[in-house]
């Protein structure tokens, strides 16, 4: 069974950085993908990022277009994420997930959100004034 387990989360101030952690293993298929998501108090969790293995290929949502970036080591089983310009409405749990067998869910290079099958169970960022 796959089991993702993220890192980084922490409380900064507007304008200001952090990097996220995901560390996976178990996967059962040797192409699949990596998604973040993130839950705000209030509000339905929203995909962020989309990354997948077999071509590096990393997608994005409207709000994390331009300032989040997705890194990665498969070797190491590791995917990050980049926040920078943060504001406050980035605000959430962020959670790593993946699907069973499927890839992102992308059109016209939007990233929509998608049903995952396994879930890291989050780590909080909390962005102030």
């Known amino acids: 069974e796959a089991h993702l387990v993220e890192s980084g989360g922490g409380s900064v101030q507007v304008g200001g950085s952090l990097r996220l952690s995901c560390v996976f293993s178990g996967f059962a298929f040797d192409d699949f993908a990596v998604g973040w998501f993130r839950q705000a108090p209030g509000k339905e969790r929203e995909v962020v990022s989309c990354v997948l293995n077999n071509d590096g290929n990393s997608y994005y949502a409207e709000p994390a277009k331009d300032r989040f970036s997705i890194s990665y080591n498969w070797h190491k089983k590791t995917v990050d994420l980049q926040m920078n310009s943060l504001k406050p409405e980035d605000t959430a749990v962020y959670y790593c997930?993946?699907?069973?067998?499927?890839?992102?869910?992308?059109?016209?290079?939007?990233?929509?959100?998608?049903?995952?099958?396994?879930w890291g169970k989050g780590t909080p960022v909390t962005v102030s004034s």
């Open positions: 997930a993946t699907p069973q067998t499927r890839g992102c869910t992308v059109v016209r290079e939007t990233l929509f959100y998608q049903a995952m099958d396994y």
